[in-house]
């Protein structure tokens, strides 16, 4: 069945909202959106699985090996298993609407 | 390291083009940009891959399961290995441009 990207997405919420797109037993692929939100002070993801993300719309900085990575619409990030990262910041006042693929 | 998803297309190319996004064993990324191309007459894919696709820009028709799906920009679609399925149409005088996830 085809489905919509953006539907629906509130224009605000107090966390993170995360939406399974797929499941399968090798990949799995959310839509993750994120209303100003960033990662705890002092908190790293450190994920056994592989992530590659991309920013659909808004815009982020995501910090990971020593760089600091300034992602707008269109940009692509891949993020391989037990690389320490984390979102040091996220559109405000603006959704930022990620497309994530978890991988193996 | 950072990528753009439309960096670069062409305005115009007599075949698909097809970039490799991102390779691992259990799944396979790629940026597929249409012309306006559709499948030849007669021609169904029958894949051996699961493929989950968002239509990132431009317009398609696909047919699959004795359905005929319109797709514009953020719509997507998974479509399970061994679904026969065919692309009748791509935007004309426009670049279509897909996402397409392909999984075991």
New interface residues.
Partial sequence: ???????PIPESMPQELVTD??R????R?ERIVSFGQASPDGFWYDQSE?E?V?LREGSAQIRGNDRL?E?GP?????IPAGTRHRVEKTAENARTVW?A?F??
């Fill in positions: 069945m085809k489905k919509h990207l953006f539907d797109i797929l399968s037993e090798s990949v692929i592989s590659w991309l990575r992602l269109g940009d692509y990030l891949n497309l693929v991988y193996k």
